[in-house]
């Protein structure tokens, strides 16, 4: 009852919040930041940690422009992601544009399904409106990892399906996937590829932003098992409340190649992105709590 109630709350407050206009939405969004810098000092430590130690170079003038840079960024994300409650399809479309479709759309069409890796970084989740850019009866398959509480979940899966979206819960993915291409289905899997994985998930190791990191493996084992083609999808900030997704292809042919192969892709891809502007990434992550030891530990 307590759980269900919290969540009713949560939702009249989020969707009266929604309402508001974008430029009033960033009004509050600045008083957040405000709050959550210099009064909560909202995971402070871990934000400085990560960078410093992702970039070992740079000053400690240019690390805190850096950090003042994302936590402007993480409190617009935040109203961002409320607005999609009442967020148009044209406005949607509008803020997220798309570039290089064409290969995207070929590959669907040659192949019955692509997998798209995406990071924590700018607008991802506005993503959720990609059905814009596909072809009628395709189906924009988003993985998503469940939440604890299940009517917060419930909520944020109504939030991410309300554009044509279609939630599949990541122990799923495989069996849902499957089941898809039987019923004659072309899709685009988008994955959420650089977070931090579950032990049991700790799979592949390799140097990220100068700190040993492990990385999910689980886009590259799904492309392998459908022999779909695997794209990175970079995102561009291109002002507050605008942003471009641009696929870029990995491979067309996974099961060619080794295994690993595609999630150090995705590795160094996003390592670009990020040195390109590091500000839009999830710092406030706590992305370097598993060593190798740990995993090790565990069996």
Same mark, same amino acid.
């Given at each position: 009852?307590?759980?269900? @109630?919290?969540?009713?709350?949560?939702?009249?407050?989020?969707?009266?919040?929604?309402? @508001?206009?974008?430029?009033?939405?960033?009004?509050?969004?600045?008083?957040?930041?405000?709050?959550?810098?210099?009064?909560?000092?909202?995971?402070?430590?871990?934000?400085?940690?990560?960078?410093?130690?992702?970039?070992?170079?740079?000053?400690?003038?240019?690390?805190?422009?850096?950090?003042?840079?994302?936590?402007?960024?993480?409190?617009?994300?935040?109203?961002?992601?409320?607005?999609?409650?009442?967020?148009?399809?044209?406005?949607?479309?509008?803020?997220?544009?798309?570039?290089?479709?064409?290969?995207?759309?070929?590959?669907?069409?040659?192949?019955?399904?692509?997998?798209?890796?995406?990071?924590?970084?700018?607008?991802?989740?506005?993503?959720?409106?990609?059905?814009?850019?596909?072809?009628?009866?395709?189906?924009?398959?988003?993985?998503?990892?469940?939440?604890?509480?299940?009517? @917060?979940?419930?909520?944020?899966?109504?939030?991410?399906?309300?554009?044509?979206?279609?939630?599949?819960?990541?122990?799923?993915?495989?069996?849902?996937?499957?089941?898809?291409?039987?019923?004659?289905?072309?899709?685009?899997?988008?994955?959420?590829?650089?977070?931090?994985?579950? @032990?049991?998930?700790?799979?592949?190791?390799?140097?990220?932003?100068?700190?040993?990191?492990?990385?999910?493996?689980?886009?590259?084992?799904?492309?392998?098992?459908?022999?779909?083609?695997?794209?990175?999808?970079?995102?561009?900030?291109?002002?507050?409340?605008?942003?471009?997704?641009?696929?870029?292809?990995?491979?067309?042919?996974?099961?060619?190649?080794?295994?690993?192969?595609i999630t150090e892709l995705f590795a160094r891809r996003l390592e670009q992105t990020i040195r390109r502007e590091p500000a839009y990434w999830f710092?406030?992550?706590?992305?370097?709590?598993?060593?190798?030891?740990?995993?090790?530990?565990?069996?």
């Amino acid at each position: 009852m307590k759980s269900k @109630l919290i969540y009713w709350l949560t939702y009249a407050g989020m969707w009266f919040v929604a309402l @508001l206009p974008f430029r009033a939405l960033y009004i509050l969004s600045d008083g957040l930041c405000f709050l959550m810098r210099h009064v909560v000092h909202y995971r402070r430590k871990v934000v400085r940690r990560n960078l410093s130690n992702s970039f070992p170079e740079k000053s400690q003038d240019e690390l805190r422009r850096i950090e003042r840079k994302f936590y402007h960024y993480i409190c617009d994300y935040m109203v961002e992601e409320v607005k999609m409650m009442r967020m148009s399809f044209e406005d949607l479309s509008r803020r997220m544009e798309y570039g290089n479709t064409e290969e995207y759309l070929a590959m669907i069409e040659k192949h019955g399904g692509i997998v798209i890796l995406i990071p924590h970084y700018a607008d991802f989740e506005w993503l959720t409106g990609m059905g814009a850019i596909m072809n009628p009866g395709d189906i924009p398959v988003q993985v998503y990892k469940p939440l604890r509480n299940k009517y @917060l979940d419930e909520m944020f899966k109504l939030i991410r399906s309300r554009h044509g979206g279609y939630n599949v819960p990541k122990h799923s993915t495989a069996r849902e996937v499957i089941r898809l291409r039987r019923d004659g289905k072309r899709v685009a899997i988008g994955l959420i590829t650089d977070q931090s994985p579950n @032990l049991s998930e700790a799979h592949y190791w390799t140097t990220f932003l100068n700190q040993d990191t492990v990385f999910m493996d689980g886009g590259e084992r799904i492309a392998k098992m459908m022999d779909y083609p695997v794209f990175y999808c970079e995102l561009e900030k291109k002002g507050r409340g605008y942003c471009k997704a641009y696929f870029d292809l990995l491979t067309e042919n996974p099961k060619q190649t080794a295994d690993g192969e595609i999630t150090e892709l995705f590795a160094r891809r996003l390592e670009q992105t990020i040195r390109r502007e590091p500000a839009y990434w999830f710092w406030s992550h706590k992305r370097w709590k598993l060593t190798r030891e740990s995993v090790k530990r565990h069996g």
